[in-house]
């Protein structure tokens, strides 16, 4: 079966300017989420849907980042405006329901100058 | 509230030898554990994992874990590595109550030798 698809793959702005993210869940699976890799750290968790509603988004920097999940699906991820700390990789993963295990996109690698 | 801590950033070894990677967690309640590698520009891949049951957990490419509450760690072991297994490691954590939320730790960069 596909995986977990992102794009893009890389991505470079300059601060204050905005970006967004695209993530297609495993086909089937009703939870998705978002993490942030900072250089040299663990992945952490910035939003999780159950289908189109959030679950957690408790670590989520709400003043710059928003994230959608139309219809159940796809998800996209926006930072808007971006920081020099924004710099990371945006991780995209999704599970059959919250109990199952998570599969992981290849991410997306954003650099903000 | 949960958290993880990885003992070391980088572990050297050489092709076929043992090597054992540290994971701490702290937790309040039941935990679910688990392992997960990365490969260069690749997203994570799950390891193994430790729900409930034995303590002993085996997982792909060789690699186990032992879940001791006691000392509340879950270290990754192999007994013989290859370069293949040149990668990162992660552990994470997330509790009974909120399965699903997982905690990383710091991640160990394994690098094998020839």
């Known amino acids: 079966e596909a995986g977990v698809a992102q794009s893009p793959r890389y991505k470079i702005i300059e601060k204050r300017q905005s970006v967004a993210f695209w993530c297609n869940p495993i086909s089937g699976h009703a939870t998705l989420y978002w993490y942030q890799q900072i250089l040299g750290q663990g992945p952490k968790l910035l939003i999780q849907f159950q289908n189109n509603g959030v679950v957690d988004d408790s670590q989520l920097p709400k003043d710059r980042f928003s994230a959608e999940r139309l219809k159940g699906v796809d998800s996209t991820l926006k930072i808007q405006p971006a920081k020099l700390e924004d710099s990371a990789v945006y991780l995209c993963?999704?599970?059959?329901?919250?109990?199952?295990?998570?599969?992981f996109g290849p991410g997306t690698r954003l650099t903000v100058t | 509230a949960q958290s993880v801590t990885q003992l070391d950033s980088q572990v050297p070894v050489f092709e076929e030898a043992p090597v054992e990677l540290r994971c701490n967690y702290s937790?309040?309640?039941?935990?679910?554990l688990f392992w997960y590698v990365q490969y260069p520009n690749q997203g994570l891949q799950l390891l193994l994992k430790?729900?409930?049951?034995?303590?002993l957990v085996k997982g792909i490419n060789g690699f186990e874990a032992e879940f001791n509450k006691s000392q509340t760690s879950f270290h990754l072991r192999k007994p013989s590595v290859h370069i293949s297994d040149t990668a990162e490691y992660f552990c994470a954590v997330s509790s009974g109550t909120s399965y699903g939320k997982l905690t990383f730790g710091q991640g160990t960069i394994l690098t094998v030798h020839p």
């Open positions: 430790y729900l409930s049951g034995s303590t």
């Open positions: 937790s309040s309640v039941s935990v679910y």
């Open positions: 993963a999704s599970s059959m329901d919250r109990v199952s295990e998570q599969y």
